[in-house]
């Protein structure tokens, strides 16, 4: 971002334009960068579980199936918008922005890189979990507008899934905050600088683990995928919805899933340090100004690394495991998980007094 | 071995209703003509060694079968019985530690051109047998108590019939048709159905 | 309760152990157009008609389930959409005028593709 | 406090779900998420199997009887057939029995399988589908290489069976059945002991005992409420006297139980199918399979009632003859139309997810029902 408005000042714009263009810049590039990712994640998921179950997956777009979620998205882009009649037009219209355009600001607030031009701020931490309860909205509006009982269902689960599941992921996220000092994301991860030895996760084991599954929940993935569970709700809050509108809701899901996944790697994992302590960029030294993009490169390698081995395991928990039932779901947060996030939170604390003492 | 009573099966079915035990005669289904009774005795059915219920039947009981094939016992008793105390015998039947039919495996009803004719096959797990009991219903006023709450199981069977047969059951829960649309005009299984062949 | 614990977790993990077990074995499918599955010679396919061992006796008619599929009067015609490939009138065919060949790609756009005529003299 | 007063939502499961295996619809009354009242509407599905028979030789039906229950098939043409037999007074041969046997047991797998891995897509976990139905292709390969069709094998006839086993057939059972048992070790890792199908199945859809007689439910939904009732060994018949193996009841009436009923089953069924391949290896030069019974010109008489223990339950068929060509009447008894009824006793009460599971636990499929 910060290039681009190097580039402007020659032409001499006025300045509050140079800011503005700067942040639609930056706005358009990681809309690119999201739709990339997510294209190559469906894709990937598709091959993975198939690989699972002795299957070769799409094969026949492409090379070896490569173009096939773009052949799926340009399907999906050009099918017809089938509007439910009694469907109310304004919300059933509005509520896939309100789904895809808060996962798209949460994109901004991770940080990818050290000089990664997102969004600087003290609480980035906090800030990543307010948006986050943003989609809900989206989710409860569109299963409710749809006026189908079996989206009514799929959207009232989902709202109360992940209420229940915020709670001990703010918990874990106090736990962590306490342990690391800072609530700035970009301050956790220089934090856990050097050997992966001092990543969050080994003095936070217990945090890493609560935080895993109230992701899953979160994210609406097997075992937890309620709203949209095939085999009782038919297709949940989304299954009135076609063509441009639900590639929406589908992009977000997927979406919603790497950026999580890149959450917890920057709090527990340390986000785009590389484990071995050094940058390979480090070696090169060449003094230009080059060694600056290289370093960033191998940033954005290192922890683009690491979310897809999150995402690997959350992709193999889904070939594996049955769903489970509703108001198991909710028991599990509120009798097990919360207390859990608390003991741990006291644990935290008396790490960091003893780390304090040595 | 258990000694049991020398006692015909059905003595004392006999004495509350009357009914006539049969072996199903084997030109029961007339040609055009009037139903010929009992012509040649009818191999019964399902051939199976005696079981310990059978052992106080004695060769001469009513249920007379071929000579030559006495050694296997019909597994099933065909019973013939009024149409208005259909009810009574099968709660006898299911009630009565003697019997013990406590499972109505299924309700066979046929089109016998003359009358509409119902079957109700019992079975009994404590001793191992079947019993049919066949009630004949003519087509004028098809109508008969339903049996849905002695057994359950009836429920279903008796709308299929109502369905397919036409033969309606008085007092039964919800007598709907199952297969057939409602608007549907005409039972199928019925002889005079006409089959419009579509091709 | 330690034990009540830490068994269901382990069998997750068990559960997790088998599915990877099971991505090592090869894959079970087949490549439809490209490979395709040899069919033994007992194979119910499309049933063939030999003009010259049919003696015209119509029991193949008569055997069908599907009753008129098999139509012989001027022509000796079988009505591919209606068959059920059942292979009765090839058993009961005196002559072995009709044989089941292992084919069974029958899609055809039109239905009357499907309709098999042969000329009876 | 007294229970707020919430309307019901009346929801159908309709004819297109994914979950209800063929075409039925259930409407369904909802108090938020608790099921109230299930009301099954069944007839989608009807094709009037029964009025086919008034209108077709006995030839003609034989084939259309694979298609009653087209995931056991061979049962119905067995019940078919042996109404025939005995109401002729045929006698079939030794080995025949065996083909028939080893046959009916192989299909019992393959429909329990199918029904496994329908019941875990119903549950959520889509890989044991996959593993479900490798093993059931191998079956079907086997039943194609032997009656020439995968699911409409149109292999029995009256007196006997169409075709010889031959011994390439032979070795391929036996090498299926010996790699069955592992391949069911996995899948029992898989999902026996697993938490989260425990909490989804446990003493969940009790069918009590009084209510199974009552509605005459046959199979293992009842034996699985403590009943030993399986007419393999009530009225042996074909070759089962002479066959050890044992019924698998339990007392705990749930889905739970149903679930574990089917897969000792299918280990009970791959038992029996090593019996039978070992006879059928010692004899195979034995070539009387089928005894001339001239079937064009079939004209039997009187009423015959075969039953045989399909893989849902008791299954006869009620034959009505006349002495012509066609049948009178033919009645089938098939078991899924009588464990239809029982939905809504025993899913009172239970959340939406888990009718759907009660559902899939009964092994219900819908051509059985509407015929």
Request: hydrophobic share 40%.
């Given at each position: 971002?910060?290039?681009?408005?190097?580039?402007?000042?020659?032409?001499?714009?006025?300045?509050?334009?140079?800011?503005?263009?700067?942040?639609?810049?930056?706005?358009?590039?990681?809309?690119i960068?999201?739709?990339?990712t997510?294209?190559?994640?469906?894709?990937?998921?598709?091959?993975?579980l198939?690989?699972?179950?002795?299957?070769?997956?799409?094969?026949?777009?492409?090379?070896?199936?490569?173009?096939?979620?773009?052949a799926?998205?340009?399907k999906?882009?050009?099918?017809?918008?089938?509007?439910?009649?009694?469907?109310?037009?304004?919300?059933?219209f509005?509520?896939?922005?309100?789904?895809?355009?808060?996962?798209?600001?949460?994109?901004?607030?991770?940080?990818?890189?050290?000089?990664?031009?997102?969004?600087?701020?003290?609480?980035?931490?906090?800030?990543?979990?307010?948006?986050?309860?943003?989609?809900?909205?989206?989710?409860?509006?569109?299963?409710?507008?749809?006026?189908?009982?079996?989206?009514?269902?799929?959207?009232?689960?989902?709202?109360?899934?992940?209420?229940?599941?915020?709670?001990?992921?703010?918990?874990?996220l106090?736990?962590?905050?306490?342990?690391?000092g800072?609530?700035?994301?970009?301050?956790?991860?220089?934090?856990?600088?050097?050997?992966?030895?001092?990543w969050?996760?080994?003095?936070?084991?217990?945090?890493?683990?609560?935080?895993?599954?109230?992701?899953?929940?979160?994210?609406?993935?097997?075992?937890?995928?309620?709203?949209?569970?095939?085999?009782?709700?038919?297709?949940?809050?989304?299954?009135e919805?076609?063509?441009?509108k639900f590639?929406m809701?589908?992009?977000?899901?997927?979406?919603?899933?790497?950026?999580?996944?890149?959450?917890?790697?920057?709090?527990?994992?340390?986000?785009?340090?590389?484990?071995?302590?050094?940058y390979?960029?480090?070696?090169?030294?060449?003094?230009?100004?080059?060694?600056?993009?290289?370093?960033?490169?191998?940033?954005?390698?290192?922890?683009s690394?690491k979310?897809?081995?999150?995402?690997?395991?959350?992709?193999?928990?889904?070939?594996?495991?049955?769903?489970?039932?509703?108001?198991?779901?909710?028991?599990?947060?509120?009798y097990i998980?919360?207390?859990?996030?608390?003991?741990?939170?006291c644990?935290e604390?008396?790490?960091?007094?003893?780390?304090?003492?040595? | 071995?258990?000694?049991?009573?020398?006692?015909?099966?059905?003595?004392?079915?006999?004495r509350?209703?009357?009914?006539?035990?049969?072996?199903?005669?084997?030109?029961?289904?007339?040609?055009?003509?009037?139903?010929?009774?009992?012509?040649?005795?009818?191999?019964?059915?399902?051939?199976?060694?005696?079981?310990?219920?059978?052992?106080?039947?004695?060769?001469?009981?009513?249920l007379?079968?071929?000579t030559?094939?006495?050694h296997?016992?019909?597994?099933?008793?065909?019973?013939?019985?009024?149409?208005?105390?259909?009810?009574?015998?099968?709660?006898?039947?299911?009630?009565?530690?003697?019997?013990?039919?406590?499972?109505l495996?299924?309700?066979?009803?046929?089109?016998?051109?003359?009358?509409?004719?119902?079957?109700?096959?019992?079975?009994?797990?404590?001793?191992n047998?079947?019993?049919?009991?066949?009630?004949?219903?003519?087509?004028?006023?098809?109508?008969i108590?339903?049996?849905?709450?002695?057994?359950?199981?009836?429920?279903?069977?008796?709308r299929?019939?109502?369905?397919?047969f036409?033969?309606?059951f008085?007092?039964?829960?919800?007598?709907?048709?199952?297969?057939?649309?409602?608007?549907?005009?005409?039972?199928?299984?019925?002889?005079?159905?006409?089959?419009?062949?579509?091709? | 309760?330690?034990?009540?614990?830490?068994n269901?977790?382990?069998?997750?993990?068990?559960?997790?152990?088998?599915?990877?077990?099971?991505?090592l074995?090869?894959?079970?499918?087949?490549?439809?157009?490209?490979?395709?599955?040899?069919?033994?010679?007992?194979?119910?396919?499309k049933?063939?008609?030999?003009?010259?061992?049919?003696?015209?006796?119509?029991?193949?008619q008569?055997?069908?389930?599907?009753?008129?599929?098999?139509?012989?009067?001027?022509?000796?015609?079988?009505?591919?959409?209606?068959?059920?490939?059942c292979?009765?009138?090839?058993?009961?065919?005196?002559?072995?005028?009709?044989?089941?060949?292992?084919?069974?790609?029958?899609?055809?756009?039109?239905?009357?593709?499907?309709?098999?005529?042969?000329?009876?003299? | 406090?007294?229970?707020?007063?919430?309307?019901?939502?009346?929801?159908?499961?309709?004819?297109?779900?994914?979950?209800?295996?063929?075409?039925?619809?259930?409407?369904?009354?909802?108090?938020?998420?608790?099921?109230?009242?299930?009301?099954t509407?069944?007839?989608?599905?009807?094709?009037?199997?029964?009025?086919?028979?008034?209108?077709?030789?006995?030839?003609?039906?034989?084939?259309?009887?694979?298609r009653?229950?087209?995931l056991?098939?061979?049962?119905?043409?067995?019940?078919?057939?042996?109404?025939?037999?005995?109401?002729?007074?045929?006698?079939?041969?030794?080995?025949?029995?065996?083909?028939?046997?080893?046959?009916?047991?192989?299909?019992?797998?393959?429909?329990?399988?199918?029904?496994?891995?329908?019941?875990?897509?119903?549950?959520?976990?889509?890989?044991?589908?996959?593993?479900?139905?490798?093993?059931?292709?191998?079956?079907?390969?086997?039943?194609?290489?032997?009656?020439?069709?995968?699911?409409?094998?149109?292999?029995?006839?009256?007196g006997?069976?169409?075709?010889?086993?031959?011994?390439?057939?032979?070795?391929?059972?036996?090498?299926?059945?010996?790699?069955?048992?592992?391949?069911?070790?996995?899948?029992?890792?898989?999902?026996?002991?697993?938490?989260?199908?425990?909490?989804?199945?446990?003493?969940?859809?009790?069918?009590e005992?009084?209510?199974?007689?009552?509605?005459?439910?046959?199979?293992?939904?009842?034996?699985?409420?403590?009943?030993?009732?399986?007419?393999?060994?009530?009225?042996?018949?074909?070759?089962?006297?002479?066959?050890?193996?044992?019924?698998?009841?339990?007392?705990?009436?749930?889905?739970?139980?149903?679930?574990?009923?089917?897969?000792?089953?299918?280990?009970?069924?791959?038992?029996?199918?090593?019996?039978?391949?070992?006879?059928?290896?010692?004899?195979?030069?034995?070539?009387?399979?089928?005894?001339?019974?001239?079937?064009?010109?079939?004209?039997?008489?009187g009423?015959?009632?075969?039953?045989?223990?399909?893989?849902?339950?008791?299954?006869?068929?009620?034959?009505?003859?006349?002495?012509?060509?066609?049948?009178?009447?033919?009645?089938?008894?098939?078991?899924?139309?009588?464990?239809?009824?029982?939905?809504?006793?025993?899913?009172?009460?239970?959340?939406?997810?888990?009718?759907?599971?009660?559902f899939?636990?009964?092994?219900?499929?819908?051509?059985?029902?509407?015929?």
């Amino acid at each position: 971002m910060y290039l681009f408005q190097e580039i402007l000042l020659k032409y001499n714009f006025s300045d509050w334009f140079i800011f503005i263009a700067g942040l639609v810049f930056y706005f358009i590039l990681i809309t690119i960068f999201i739709i990339i990712t997510v294209l190559i994640l469906v894709l990937f998921e598709r091959k993975y579980l198939a690989m699972f179950t002795r299957r070769i997956g799409p094969n026949r777009t492409g090379i070896r199936g490569c173009l096939q979620t773009i052949a799926d998205s340009f399907k999906l882009l050009f099918k017809e918008n089938i509007k439910p009649a009694n469907a109310e037009q304004f919300l059933y219209f509005i509520s896939p922005l309100i789904v895809f355009i808060p996962v798209i600001l949460l994109w901004l607030i991770i940080p990818f890189t050290s000089e990664s031009a997102n969004y600087q701020s003290q609480i980035s931490s906090f800030l990543f979990l307010a948006v986050l309860s943003i989609p809900v909205f989206g989710v409860l509006t569109a299963g409710c507008s749809s006026m189908s009982k079996y989206s009514i269902l799929g959207g009232i689960r989902s709202c109360i899934q992940i209420i229940s599941s915020e709670i001990p992921v703010s918990l874990v996220l106090v736990s962590v905050v306490i342990f690391t000092g800072t609530l700035d994301l970009n301050n956790i991860i220089n934090f856990q600088s050097g050997i992966f030895l001092n990543w969050n996760i080994f003095p936070n084991i217990l945090g890493f683990v609560i935080f895993f599954i109230c992701s899953l929940i979160m994210m609406n993935r097997t075992p937890f995928d309620f709203p949209e569970s095939e085999s009782e709700l038919v297709a949940g809050y989304h299954c009135e919805y076609s063509g441009m509108k639900f590639a929406m809701l589908f992009l977000a899901e997927y979406a919603l899933t790497f950026v999580i996944c890149t959450y917890m790697t920057a709090l527990f994992m340390g986000g785009y340090n590389s484990p071995v302590g050094f940058y390979l960029a480090d070696l090169f030294n060449l003094n230009n100004g080059f060694d600056y993009i290289l370093k960033n490169i191998e940033q954005l390698f290192w922890i683009s690394i690491k979310t897809f081995l999150l995402i690997m395991l959350i992709m193999w928990i889904r070939a594996s495991y049955p769903r489970f039932r509703f108001d198991k779901t909710l028991e599990l947060c509120w009798y097990i998980l919360i207390p859990l996030a608390v003991f741990n939170l006291c644990v935290e604390i008396f790490i960091k007094y003893l780390r304090g003492i040595l | 071995m258990i000694k049991i009573r020398e006692v015909d099966l059905f003595e004392n079915l006999k004495r509350k209703f009357d009914i006539r035990i049969e072996n199903c005669p084997r030109m029961f289904l007339d040609k055009g003509n009037e139903l010929n009774s009992v012509q040649k005795d009818m191999k019964c059915i399902v051939k199976r060694e005696y079981s310990a219920f059978d052992e106080h039947l004695t060769d001469d009981t009513e249920l007379k079968c071929d000579t030559e094939l006495n050694h296997i016992k019909p597994d099933i008793y065909l019973l013939r019985v009024k149409k208005e105390d259909i009810r009574q015998i099968l709660r006898y039947l299911k009630n009565s530690e003697e019997y013990f039919f406590e499972r109505l495996d299924c309700m066979v009803c046929c089109d016998r051109k003359k009358d509409l004719e119902i079957m109700y096959l019992l079975q009994s797990d404590k001793y191992n047998v079947k019993c049919g009991i066949r009630v004949e219903i003519d087509k004028k006023e098809n109508q008969i108590a339903t049996v849905s709450d002695i057994f359950s199981n009836a429920n279903l069977e008796e709308r299929e019939i109502y369905d397919l047969f036409g033969i309606k059951f008085i007092n039964h829960p919800d007598l709907k048709r199952i297969f057939m649309p409602e608007d549907f005009v005409g039972h199928p299984l019925r002889k005079d159905f006409i089959i419009q062949r579509l091709n | 309760m330690i034990n009540s614990f830490f068994n269901p977790v382990k069998e997750l993990f068990r559960g997790l152990y088998i599915t990877a077990k099971n991505s090592l074995k090869d894959n079970v499918t087949l490549l439809y157009p490209e490979k395709k599955k040899n069919m033994n010679k007992f194979f119910r396919g499309k049933i063939q008609y030999i003009k010259e061992n049919c003696i015209k006796c119509k029991l193949c008619q008569r055997v069908c389930p599907s009753k008129n599929t098999i139509q012989i009067d001027k022509y000796y015609s079988i009505n591919y959409a209606q068959c059920i490939f059942c292979g009765n009138c090839v058993e009961y065919c005196p002559r072995q005028a009709l044989i089941l060949t292992p084919n069974y790609e029958l899609a055809s756009e039109n239905k009357n593709d499907l309709i098999f005529k042969e000329e009876l003299i | 406090m007294e229970k707020i007063l919430t309307d019901r939502m009346r929801i159908n499961i309709g004819p297109q779900h994914p979950s209800t295996h063929g075409v039925m619809r259930m409407i369904v009354d909802l108090d938020g998420e608790t099921v109230e009242n299930v009301e099954t509407v069944i007839g989608y599905l009807h094709r009037g199997m029964e009025k086919m028979a008034e209108t077709s030789t006995y030839i003609q039906y034989l084939p259309i009887v694979d298609r009653i229950d087209y995931l056991s098939g061979f049962f119905c043409s067995y019940a078919y057939v042996n109404g025939i037999e005995l109401l002729m007074d045929i006698e079939i041969s030794e080995k025949s029995k065996y083909i028939r046997t080893i046959t009916m047991e192989l299909n019992r797998m393959a429909s329990h399988l199918l029904w496994l891995g329908c019941f875990m897509m119903d549950l959520g976990a889509s890989s044991p589908f996959f593993y479900t139905f490798i093993e059931r292709e191998k079956i079907l390969d086997i039943f194609e290489n032997l009656t020439g069709n995968r699911m409409m094998y149109n292999y029995y006839t009256f007196g006997g069976v169409k075709r010889d086993i031959d011994k390439e057939n032979l070795y391929a059972i036996k090498k299926f059945s010996d790699e069955f048992v592992f391949a069911l070790k996995d899948l029992e890792e898989l999902i026996n002991y697993n938490p989260i199908f425990i909490s989804r199945t446990k003493n969940l859809g009790i069918l009590e005992k009084e209510c199974a007689y009552a509605y005459s439910i046959t199979g293992v939904n009842l034996r699985a409420s403590g009943i030993k009732k399986d007419l393999r060994k009530d009225k042996p018949y074909l070759i089962y006297e002479n066959i050890e193996f044992n019924v698998p009841i339990s007392e705990n009436k749930d889905v739970q139980a149903r679930y574990i009923l089917r897969i000792k089953e299918l280990k009970e069924s791959n038992k029996i199918v090593q019996q039978c391949i070992d006879w059928l290896l010692t004899n195979l030069n034995n070539k009387n399979i089928i005894t001339d019974v001239k079937p064009l010109t079939l004209k039997p008489e009187g009423i015959a009632i075969s039953e045989v223990e399909s893989s849902r339950g008791l299954m006869q068929c009620i034959i009505y003859a006349d002495g012509t060509l066609n049948p009178y009447r033919i009645k089938w008894r098939t078991p899924s139309f009588y464990n239809v009824q029982i939905i809504n006793e025993i899913s009172k009460g239970y959340l939406l997810s888990d009718l759907i599971a009660i559902f899939g636990s009964l092994d219900i499929i819908m051509p059985e029902v509407d015929r």
